[in-house]
DNA sequence: AGCCAAATGTGAACCGCTTCACATACGCCG
DNA sequence: CGGCGTATGTGAAGCGGTTCACATTTGGCT
């Protein structure tokens, strides 16, 4: 909308596949509503449908045993996912929650078998899905092996830009829900945004920030070494 | 062979729809040799093939902009790969070369794609090994934020002794080399397994280690914090 | 307006890992 | 067998991030 694909470099590339899934999935699928801060399903539970968003915002997290918590992304209109455990019988990988009041599709296990056998380009959308996932948990792996936190905040807070980002510029999200996001704790990001504002590169509130620089931030993200 | 699938907990889920796949492969494949050493495709080249192993071992790692080398995994006989950029046709997110002598089947994309649609299993199969590379994937990126290195160190000794493990039961690897397997440097696994090979752990050697105490590695293995 | 719970700011001490520097040991090959 | 390249051992210094401990601010709610 904003800028053409191309532009968003590293950033989601599962947009183009999800929008044809969803048209796939409509005829077999059911609609469940979920209220601000409920829980889809949670991490180790059995996995019985593939999910498409609607309407609202999901968040995709995992609880380490000593109760850390990495939130691994956040979903928004459009998008499928719940693939992983629907389709190697294993438990959920991940909890989803509602960020706020959200709709969504649901295509049970036995309706996708039946219908792939039927409609071929349903499999191939879904194995399309399935490689992107693992493309982008790929990425989000070197990005934690290879970038310093700064750097892995940066890309971060642009994404997340992206995916959250309000009309007037911000995003709802706090310090401590962002640790989560680059695998830091609440201190080492308030004290790197506090940097960046300091620098007028972001601006701060209780539990949102604003981008006032992108481009300072995306040569940031961009930037190996610390700064 | 040894131990039944069960007591594997953590280790590769991708075992069993590789053996099916391989099957249904061998009709549209061809087979390829590679010498010691040499490689099989480079991160950011073009996808134009899924591969199965028939026989020896491949390394796939990735290297960062800083020259910094992370080895994703090592395969053996029987597995499948290259699925990731094969189906969302973009470049190989990984470098892929021969540990020893190896051979293995390709199948081109056009011929897959035409099977597929004669035959519903091999779009299955494949969807399943697309998930399960998504949780393994998953599975290493959660290792990387929750676990101290020396449990990465004790997890990863323990996968490459199941899948490079010799007769005799040393692993061929280098310190520099199970450094990238965890993300770390090569003085921070000499100084762990100069530790455990005191404990009488590990017995260790120029190129190559022997799990001496596999429980007590198994125990560390499970253990998040510092020993 | 005023209060309270939760979010943020910040410094000090600590710690694990890196970086650097060099010593040592092993194995291969002429 | 001797030498050289590569792998390993190890200490010292540095640094990024955590942990801990508070102070401060903010927004929602009564």
Redesign the interface.
């Known amino acids: 909308m904003d800028e053409p694909p191309r532009d968003r470099g590293w950033l989601d ?1 599962l947009d183009q ?1 999800q929008a044809d899934l969803v048209d796939l999935l409509k005829p077999v699928a059911r609609t469940v509503s979920l209220r601000a801060g409920e829980s889809l399903f949670l991490q180790g539970d059995d996995a019985r449908e593939l999910y498409s968003l609607l309407s609202g915002r999901l968040e995709v997290c ?1 609880l ?3 109760g ?1 918590n ?1 939130a691994l992304n956040v979903l928004g209109p459009g998008q499928v996912f719940g ?6 019988r ?1 438990r959920r ?2 909890t989803v929650a509602a960020l706020e009041a959200s709709r969504l599709l649901c295509a049970s296990a036995a309706a996708l ?1 039946q219908e ?2 039927r409609n ?1 380009d349903l ?2 959308a ?3 899905l ?6 982008w ?6 990005n ?3 970038a310093a936190l700064n750097v892995r905040l940066a890309r971060r807070l642009l994404y997340l830009q992206h995916r959250l980002g309000e009309a007037d510029g911000s995003i709802a999200v706090s310090q401590t829900a962002l640790g989560g996001h680059v ?1 830091a704790t609440r201190e080492a990001v308030s004290k790197t945004m506090a940097h960046w504002k300091r620098e007028g590169i972001v601006e701060i509130g209780r539990g949102w920030v604003m981008i006032r620089d992108p481009d300072r931030l995306r040569i940031l993200s961009a930037l ?2 610390t700064i």
């Open positions: 590339v596949v995992v380490s045993e000593s850390q990495l693939e992983i455990a629907l389709f190697d294993g990988t991940a078998d792939m056998r071929p499999a191939a879904l194995l399309r399935a490689v992107g996932r693992a493309r948990i790929s990425e989000q792996m070197e934690l092996a290879f695998s190996p070494p």
